[in-house]
């Protein structure tokens, strides 16, 4: 008897309980710090200049590179002795820190990485004129500045005098590169497009060599000639400003002594990591980021920037709540305040909450073969025929406007849920007084139920917005691609794309992570893209949980 | 089918001590309506509101029965009972609360201004803006203070904001909340003291211009003070509305009203004015339960 009591005593007080409860939580925080710890480490060290290291094996064979990761592993005995004197071997079975170089020149080696063993290794250092060359193309050079070429002549053979030359002359050549670029004009390309389709319009509706087909081929060739003859004389200043910087090459001697003439064009960066200093360090830390958040991504996605992939994560998501929460909370409101509660509705809203655990890839199927297929057909037989003729569809594809619709579909169970709640926890009190005030139900609804449900609205877009954000599956099928330079937002007319693709955050960490010919290189952009991913998700919700206080704070009493 | 009574004015004839029993308990045990003791005073005046033979059952529950009375014009009458006696359904019928509740059934009519109530005709939405109700639980909405006040108006569209203002502070001055709030219109009214809330209810329903206002058991959920305040407040509004109050509390209802009504299980047992019920009533029941005997 006594017994027994002892241990409903103990359930009674809940210790255990405690005990349980408080093991749950420690371990969701454990998992949480940890994920955000490894994102973070590794995604902000990434643009961290890292010291240049020469190494020599004993095979005389030299490296120059920066050591990206290391590791404890076990050679097989065969290739120890390939590398090592015997008298220099370690035991056998012995545990070896090997170590990855980046050693980049990849025109050269074919290979960005090179694992050295501790052991191959007779002798290594830090050269003082180590240099990084970050390029346009090919990835990075590693080597040491060797000569200054002006039209091919060396006017510099000094390191120090070769790098003044490079710091004085590199600004100016990338700001010639880059006002090249812009006189290219799409426009030229634009009308030129516009005038092809007028004519497959003419021949669409009048016929082949009808009278209208024929006005609007004369237009046409025209548009052509003109379009032809700017392009001449566009591409004869570029080619003159091409040719003006072509005459700066900065000579690169690897660490073999090979050398290598770089166009100084072509070079994005230069610096002498070993040589920096702190506050230095940080000017090529900041620019990076500069670079990377401002930037077209180079050099399949794993160089440069992403910010057309933010720019199209941003618009996508808030195109995405603008259509998922108005639709919500209608639907919510027919629920919850119109419909006769009772089997019919509790049926629709048991299928609405299973909506919301339907895999989102399927939302991506359904995206494709309704929107793009069905609707966006129909609207570019309707609107575009010309173009579809072509073979060119504008709405019949993957784009923006689709993926957010998409987006918005697979969120919606979450706003119509979060909103019928909001929304019958409006106090009966109020809406009977509203009521007694001879206010209709519409007007009840909208002067107070909808007011005061507003922060639960709010709470469900929040969720929405996290969901939306950090979704790919259903992307990949909808509009997100590899690359779009094009962004679906800019000053050609008439500005706003919703047709264009776009790129998105997380499909680019996908692609970077598994689909880059080059995935050892990307895997530090991996890292940094999440951390963007997580930052631009955790600042939409910042945004949302501000308005959502801002309202709060309307209705609390005291 | 239910026997049809209407108000019999020769009950009042039974003011023999012997049998003042009127038989209340009589009729719930025969589940039968009950003719209401009517206090000659009553014939005198001006009905604001008639309530003619009123029956209303929650589904299979009957909650009035054949509830006849005449709410008179700018006095205050209260309505008194133990709980359960449907005096908050006879209130919320007179605006067609109940019509909120989908089992609700009724028979009978009531007549506002010789306008029916419940004539299918009616339009319900024009019928409560002609009546104002303040709940038991202060719920003022989820906006500012003058947002609350000029809800009616609003609703009716009115933009006019010189119109608003004088409204607004007309209606809080007449519920004497104006020097408190008049420097904090713009505040949430959900950040007023429950007492204050009430006031403010009282005030939005007077900003309607009701032709009766109905209280239902206003000082409820407030403290005594507050209590003391709205009390003083019907005091000041009697003569200029209509008002009809349910209470639960007996003092409140002598000491507010001119009338009172006293209802049992469904019944309207007696009616008369204040001073009469309270310390001569004609029934015996109503003597028993004003004096605290049950209830």
């Known amino acids: 008897m006594s017994s027994r009591r002892r241990v409903s005593s103990l359930f009674a007080r809940g210790e255990p309980m405690v005990w349980l409860t408080g093991a749950a939580l420690v371990v969701c925080l454990l998992m949480i710090a940890g994920l955000l710890t490894i994102v973070i480490y590794n995604g902000a060290s990434t643009f961290w200049p890292k010291p240049l290291t020469q190494l020599t094996t004993h095979h005389g064979k030299t490296y120059l590179g920066e050591e990206s990761q290391n590791e404890d592993y076990n050679p097989a005995t065969a290739a120890v002795a390939d590398w090592v004197p015997a008298k220099k071997r370690p035991a056998p079975e012995a545990s070896v820190r090997r170590r990855m170089y980046r050693t980049g ?67 100016s050549v990338r700001a010639r590169r880059e006002a090249a670029g812009e006189l290219n004009d799409n426009d030229l390309n634009d009308h030129e497009n516009d005038a092809r389709l007028e004519r497959t319009s003419a021949r669409l509706k009048d016929g082949a060599d009808s009278d209208e087909w024929r006005e609007a081929d004369k237009v046409l060739q025209s548009v052509r000639k003109r379009a032809e003859e700017e392009r001449i004389a566009i591409r004869r200043k570029t080619q003159a400003m091409q040719a003006e910087n072509d005459r700066y090459e900065l000579i690169v001697m690897m660490a073999d002594g090979e050398t290598k003439a770089l166009k100084l064009a072509d ?45 199209g994560t941003i618009i996508m998501t808030l195109i995405m709540s603008i259509l998922v929460v108005p639709f919500g909370v209608l639907a919510a409101l027919y629920l919850r305040e119109y419909a006769k509660q009772g089997t019919l509705v509790s049926i629709v809203r048991i299928a609405v909450n299973n909506l919301a655990g339907v895999p989102s890839i ?10 793009c297929y069905f609707v966006g057909v129909g609207i570019d037989d309707l609107l575009f025929p010309a173009r579809v003729a072509e073979n060119t569809p504008t709405f019949g594809k993957g784009g923006i406007l689709w993926a957010s619709l998409t987006l918005a579909l697979l ?11 909001a929304i019958s926890a409006v106090p009966h009190s109020m809406r009977e007084g509203s009521y007694a005030c001879g206010a209709s139900k519409w007007q009840t609804i ?81 890292f940094t893209t999440t951390m963007l991913l997580i930052g631009i998700v955790v600042l939409l919700n910042l945004v949302a949980l501000w308005v959502r206080a801002r309202l709060r704070r309307q209705f609390e009493a005291g | 089918m239910l026997q049809q009574k209407t108000i019999q004015p020769e009950i009042d004839m039974i003011t023999h001590q012997e049998d003042r029993l009127g038989g209340v308990f009589d009729a719930v045990k025969r589940d039968d309506t009950f003719p209401t003791a009517v206090h000659d005073a009553l014939h005198q005046e001006d009905a604001v509101i008639e309530v003619n033979d009123f029956d209303l059952w929650y589904g299979a529950k009957r909650a009035l029965y054949s509830v006849s009375l005449v709410v008179p014009r700018r006095k205050v009458t209260a309505l008194i009972g133990p709980s359960g006696c449907g005096k908050s359904t006879l209130l919320r019928s007179v605006n067609r609360m ?13 007549v506002l201004n010789g306008d029916s109530i419940y004539d299918p005709g009616t339009d319900v939405i024009e019928l409560r803006k002609r009546i104002g109700m303040v709940f038991q639980k202060p719920n003022p909405f989820p906006m500012s203070i003058r947002e609350n006040v000029v809800y009616s108006l609003r609703i009716d569209g009115v933009r006019d904001r010189g119109v608003l203002e004088e409204v607004c502070e007309q209606s809080l001055r007449a519920v004497g909340l104006w020097d408190e ?33 109905l209280l239902d058991e206003p000082c409820s959920a407030l403290d005594p003070i507050a209590t003391q305040r709205i009390e003083d407040l019907i005091h000041e509004l009697q003569g200029r509305y209509s008002i009809l109050m349910v209470t639960h509390n007996m003092q409140q209802a002598s000491r507010a009203s001119d009338y009172t009504a006293f209802m049992y299980l469904g019944r309207l047992v007696e009616f008369g004015p204040t001073e009469e019920i309270f310390l001569k009533p004609h029934l015996k029941e109503t003597e028993d339960y004003v004096t605290g005997r049950f209830g």
């Open chain 1, 105 to 171: 020149n990849y025109e050269v080696f074919n290979t960005h990485f090179t694992w050295l063993s501790d052991y191959e290794i007779a002798e290594e250092f830090e050269p003082r004129w180590g240099i990084v060359v970050e390029r346009q193309e090919w990835g990075r050079f590693y080597g040491k500045p060797h000569a200054f070429h002006v039209d091919g002549k060396p006017v510099a053979n000094e390191p120090a005098a070769v790098w003044a030359r490079f710091e004085e002359l590199h600004e």
């Open chain 1, 267 to 311: 070079i994005v960066r230069a610096y002498l990591p070993n040589q920096l200093s702190l506050g230095e360090k940080w000017g090529v830390y900041l620019s990076r980021w500069g670079e990377f958040l401002s930037d077209n991504p180079r050099e399949a996605n794993s160089e440069g920037g992403v910010f057309p992939a933010i720019f």
């Open chain 1, 362 to 371: 399927v939302f991506g199927v359904f995206g494709l073969g309704f929107f």
């Open chain 1, 411 to 421: 969120t919606l169970p979450v706003v119509i849920m979060a909103t019928e709640e």
């Open chain 1, 446 to 526: 909208r002067k107070i139920v909808l007011p005061r449900a507003a922060p639960g609205i709010m709470t469900g877009m929040i969720l929405a917005i996290a969901r939306g954000a950090g979704e790919v599956a259903p992307l990949m099928l909808v509009g997100a691609v590899k690359l779009a330079p094009d962004l679906p937002m800019d000053g050609s007319f008439p500005f706003v794309h919703p047709e264009r693709s776009f790129m998105h955050l997380g499909f680019h960490i996908y692609d970077l992570g598994f689909q880059s010919p080059n995935s050892k290189a990307a895997e530090p952009m991996v």
């Open chain 2, 98 to 110: 109940n019509d909120l509740i989908s089992t609700v059934r009724i028979k009978g009519d009531m």
């Open chain 2, 181 to 213: 709030v008049h420097d904090r219109l713009e505040d949430s009214a959900l950040r007023l003291s429950g007492g204050q809330q009430q006031r403010l209810c009282i005030a939005r329903a007077i900003a309607g211009e009701p032709e009766v206002m």
